[in-house]
């Protein structure tokens, strides 16, 4: 588990009597769950989650959490098989391109001229070799469409499978083949920027003593639940903007394909994945730095007591000075702290900014739909790589 949509749907499946609370740690790969033993067994949470296609094993509480995910066979196999893919996505994709630049009246028509107001014929061989890099960009992607799907939930995975085979539909075969290839490269840039979140923290967090006791008592900062709620509003408005875009402006001007087009970008901007990752990320890098200065933040919301008042946050044990600490332990958790929010309100600005910017374009058609794709992949890893410079705090 390493995305916000995984988390969401892990999140959707274990809405059941017995769950008490969900914290989930995307950059750790895991979620702590509190349950009634009297209502709820383990067995049955682990049932739950594997019906999400997850690779799942448990941890005993405040067991440090090693890297072993592919000792455990979840994921290792499911990441090369979905390189593969993706690499021969985007050799179609290049296939197709260059075939039809012998065709096309320019090469910058070829490679740009697939909006909704380039429409034209494409040859069969490019036609063939753009469909091949679609069906290859969305294999490791339908299988958790299809898990999203029966669980009545519209993610990013649904969201880029409907757009690209809706492109394809209306005959911006381009168009559709960079969607699915250019989704594989950003979830594996996506996959990159967190794992080397992760390598930063097991290095420094494996050499702080008193850390695995005080990390199991962790809890998430007010404005990362805030986004959380904010999220479940978001995906659904913006998918309901879309339908919107298909039915009424058509009903004016007849132009059914165009306004068709601008509903599939609104798609691939409804999943808030940079929004969603902005906060876990930023504070995760900021507990992992402070524990390497011997101060000891028990979870995000400590950060926002301790630049509120850190001699409250001292006394309440929100903020623990271990031994070794900087003499002016205090001065720097508060410094620390401040810094920390700081990064983490440039991160949502950046987030909502990019969302905005590119919905406002796609309504007005002034963006098209591979572009969207790279914006919003380009979000997700600014304000991952923005939270992971407090790790030089």
């Known amino acids: 588990m390493d995305c916000a949509d995984e988390a969401a749907l892990v999140r959707h499946v274990l809405a059941v009597p017995g769950v008490l609370e969900l914290n989930f740690d995307l950059v750790g790969r895991r979620v702590d769950v509190f349950y009634d033993p009297a209502r709820l067994q383990p067995e049955a949470i682990i049932a739950l989650v594997g019906k999400t296609g997850l690779g799942v094993h448990t941890h005993e509480r405040g067991e440090h959490v090693h890297d072993d995910h592919a000792a455990h066979g979840d994921r290792h196999g499911h990441h090369s098989q979905g390189a593969a893919w993706i690499v021969l996505s985007g050799v179609a994709m290049l296939v197709g391109w260059m075939l039809e630049g012998w065709s096309a009246e320019s090469w910058t028509e070829a490679v740009f001229g697939h909006g909704a107001g380039h429409s034209h014929a494409h040859d069969p061989l490019p036609m063939t070799a753009y469909g091949v890099a679609i069906v290859c960009g969305l294999m490791p ?8 799907l029966r669980h009545l939930r519209l993610d990013m995975h649904v969201l880029v499978t409907i757009s690209a085979i809706g492109a394809a539909a209306i005959g911006q075969w381009a168009e559709g083949a960079a969607v699915a290839s250019l989704f594989g490269v950003a979830h594996l840039m996506e996959g990159w920027s967190i794992e080397r ?28 639940r805030f986004i959380e709620r904010f999220a479940n509003v ?73 630049a509120a008042d850190v001699g409250h946050a001292l006394a309440a044990r929100d903020v623990i ?73």
């Open 234 to 306: 978001y995906t659904p408005l913006v998918t309901a903007g879309a339908l919107t875009l298909v039915v009424v402006p058509p009903l004016f001007d007849a132009e059914w394909g165009t306004w068709f087009y601008r509903a599939l970008i609104f798609l691939v901007l409804a999943c808030p994945c940079a929004l969603v990752i902005s906060t876990p990320v930023t504070v995760v890098a900021a507990l992992t730095s402070a524990a390497r200065r011997g101060v000891l933040f028990r979870g995000g919301i400590a950060l926002e007591r301790a």
């Open 321 to 393: 000075l271990m031994p070794g600490a900087d003499a002016d332990g205090g001065g720097f958790a508060s410094r620390h702290a401040r810094r920390a929010l700081g990064v983490i309100r440039q991160n949502v600005t950046l987030a909502l900014l990019t969302k905005l910017a590119f919905l406002v374009s796609a309504a007005l058609g002034a963006a098209p739909l591979w572009l969207a794709v790279v914006a919003d992949t380009g979000a997700t890893l600014a304000v991952t790589l923005n939270g992971l410079r407090l790790l030089r705090a």
């Open 197 to 224: 979140a992760r390598v930063a923290v097991t290095e420094l967090v494996g050499h702080e003593p008193g850390w695995d006791e005080e990390i199991a008592e962790v809890e998430p900062a007010h404005l990362e």
């Open 141 to 148: 992607v339908i299988p958790r469409a299809l898990a999203s």
